[in-house]
């Protein structure tokens, strides 16, 4: 616990960030908010500016502390009950006049990061406080990698909602957010799933938080996933575009300007849900895709046509082939991995169409026949052409 805590002191040093000299004039917290994670909590502060602090962590009892300087607060609480696994309460007040102090009763020593997100769409600059548990974390991480050991055999199939938490996604006329239909969709994709016989589903989360994209994949490895399906809800100007289009990675730029545009906006996420990017070395950002990953993206694509075939059952869909680009989700090195959109939340009628638990339930059992074909027919490619798959073998060469 002692070796926990002086981690997290080492760390909150290099937290001790400088913004630019435009700012902390005049700082303000306008909102203060909290999203539960299984091994995390994230708390973020909306902020009229970025602003200048200081993070330290107390003991006795375990509390994370950061002083927002130049800062006051238009908040009318002066607290937060949390009460998750991670934080137990958020409270602030004046240290001094204008020292905003943030404090985070810890429900235990853990670690922690502090970041600032500049302020991008109709997202304000915020000021991000995420504390992890370390031992939640190895959990979390011990239990997916155990359930290949436990269904040997079995396919695994990780459902991947996406956004989640900050980062709503696309937003319907009537409000509906992205994140949540992806969530009801998701799930019933998964329990589709689990009722077919040799097959296992996760999902990337089960609630409303942000996963960043590369963790969401991430994920999909620990699981030692067999497919990975990222699921979405696409928005247009125009809101008489309607249907479902299906995406693969691509090896060398979009197969088409919609491709690449869509593949833009889906990988803005990290910049909405909220990702330490400071934290990120070169090595992270330039993970390229290789050659290697040929033989997963040919599987992709085959997904992605078996998938085209069953949704255009449900849906009307927009190209008959899956389209490519650069989708920073669909990079898992050997994992074939899709994203859907599932339709268009912009367009009204398609809006409550997306909502329907019957058509969401249409969705997913075509999600899920496609999974067992394609499993059905890579089965039958392996056990036909052994050889031409040795010599396909990625990095063989
Ligand atoms: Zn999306």
Known sequence: MRKALTHAIL???????????????????????YWTAPDHTRIVLDLNQLAYYDVFELRDPCRLVIDVKEA???????????????????????????????????????????????????????????????????????????????????????????????????????????????????????????????????????????????????????????????LHTNASFNRKKKGAEVYCLSQQGASQEAARILAAK?????????????????????????????????????????????MKTVNSINFPEPLQAGFAVLKAPDIPSVLIEVGYISNPTEEKVLLRREFQGKVAAAIKKSVVLFCRDIHREIAFAPEAQAGSVPGAS
Not at 11 to 33: K, T
Not at 96 to 119: C, G
Not at 290 to 301: H, K, V
């Open 72 to 230: 006051r607060s238009l908040v009318k609480t002066k607290e937060l009950l949390v009460n998750d696994q991670v934080v137990s309460k958020v409270r602030w007040g004046y240290f001094k006049p204008d020292v905003l102090r943030v404090v985070i009763d810890l429900v235990r020593a853990s670690r922690s990061t502090v970041f600032t997100l500049k302020k991008y769409l109709d997202k304000p600059d915020r000021l991000v406080i995420d504390v992890f548990r370390t031992d939640l974390e190895q959990n979390e991480e011990e239990k997916r990698s155990s359930f290949k050991k436990s269904f040997q055999g079995t396919r695994i199939v990780v459902i991947d909602p996406g956004h989640g938490g900050e980062d709503p996604g696309a937003i319907g006329p009537s409000g509906t957010q992205e994140k949540t239909v992806v969530l009801q969709l998701a799930k019933k994709v998964r329990d589709l799933i689990n009722g077919e016989a040799g097959f296992k589903a996760f999902l990337t989360r089960e609630k409303d938080y942000f996963i960043p994209l590369r963790q969401r994949w991430k994920i999909a490895k620990q699981y030692d996933a067999d497919i990975f399906i990222s």
């Open 11 to 33: 760390s909150s040093v290099g937290f001790l960030l400088l913004l630019g000299a435009s700012a902390a004039a005049g700082v303000e917290v306008f909102d203060i908010r």
């Open 266 to 310: 889906e990988n803005a996420s990290d910049l909405i849900g909220g990702v330490d990017l400071s934290a990120c070395s070169s090595e992270v950002d330039s993970i390229l895709v290789s050659l290697e990953q040929t033989r997963t993206i040919n599987e992709g694509l085959m997904l992605g046509k078996t998938l085209l075939q069953e």
